[in-house]
């Protein structure tokens, strides 16, 4: 099930891998105004899609959009409701950078009839295919674990304070998943020789606080890795020419095995009686 943005692999296993800021692709209808192409696409989910390749061989089902975050983020409340009050975010269609810096010249961002438009078109077919492939596997399963796939750089400042740890999971604060789920991957985590935390700064976007219902079968939890955990990266302000740095196998191999393990563990918990 393909289009020119959207990508859905089906899989029969009870798991749904969410890659919802893998995309670089704007547009050129969405171009006009725009500071720098780089900065559109500067806070995208670096090489994730690549990190997570194996998830489909493990018999998941796959979704990721090809779309850019700077054209309409998928992971945010469709409402305009702040995820995060009193902390600094980024909107449904951002108009600055994760830093900061603006992402349009003045006078030409987004109108609402500008967002409503990109919504019709981006983000209600991206949310209306997980939940088509969560239903379908919930026909055939008792349990199914919605996975949301996120990657971030490890220092920024506007964001949070310090570095971020390599793991950050996020079930809103344990509303989104049962305990034995969350508890299995952090077990993994703890273990892995990276560090990690439970609801700490990323606590799950939109897509795991829509769709987690652990009460009806429905199991979501956000991965937000810091991006040095898989991927060369200079720690701090970033440049044009400077960032992203390029994928690396060896650089990443670590950190695959670690996920590895904790989609198995997802499939584990989703196929137990418990």
Avoid at 61 to 81: E, M, Y
Avoid at 115 to 142: G, K, Q, T
Avoid at 152 to 181: D, K, M, Q, W, Y
């Amino acid at each position: 099930m393909n289009s020119d943005w959207l990508t859905v692999i089906r899989g029969d296993a009870p798991l749904v891998v969410s890659l919802p800021h893998t995309g670089t692709e704007i547009p050129a209808e969405y171009e006009r105004g725009l500071v720098s192409p780089w900065l559109a696409r500067k806070d995208a989910d670096w090489w994730i899609e690549r990190l997570y390749d194996f998830a489909s061989g493990l018999g998941a089902t796959v979704i990721r959009t090809t779309i850019s975050r700077t054209v309409i983020d998928v992971n945010r409340d469709p409402s305009g409701v702040s995820l995060y009050p009193g902390q600094a975010t980024t909107e449904l269609c951002p108009t600055t950078t994760f830093d900061g810096e603006a992402l349009y010249q003045p006078g030409a961002e987004p109108t609402a009839e500008d967002v409503a438009l990109r919504s019709e078109r981006f983000f209600d077919p991206y949310h209306a295919a997980l939940r088509a492939e969560i239903e379908r596997l919930r026909a055939r399963h008792a349990k199914v674990v919605v996975y949301d796939c996120h990657s971030i750089r490890s220092v920024i400042p506007r964001l949070f304070e310090g570095t971020l740890p390599h793991f950050n999971i996020g079930t809103n604060g344990g509303v989104t998943c049962a305990p034995a789920l969350s508890d299995a991957i952090e077990r993994i985590c703890a273990e892995s020789g990276f560090s990690h935390v439970v609801n700490g700064r990323f606590k799950g976007g939109y897509i795991t606080r829509s769709l987690g219902h652990p009460e009806a079968g429905i199991h979501a939890v956000q991965m937000e890795l810091a991006c040095r955990s898989y991927m060369k990266e200079p720690l701090g302000p970033v440049s044009e020419g400077q960032w992203p740095t390029p994928y690396d196998e060896t650089d990443a191999a670590p950190m695959r095995a670690a996920l590895t393990l904790i989609l198995q563990a997802c499939l584990t918990f989703a196929t137990s009686k418990i």
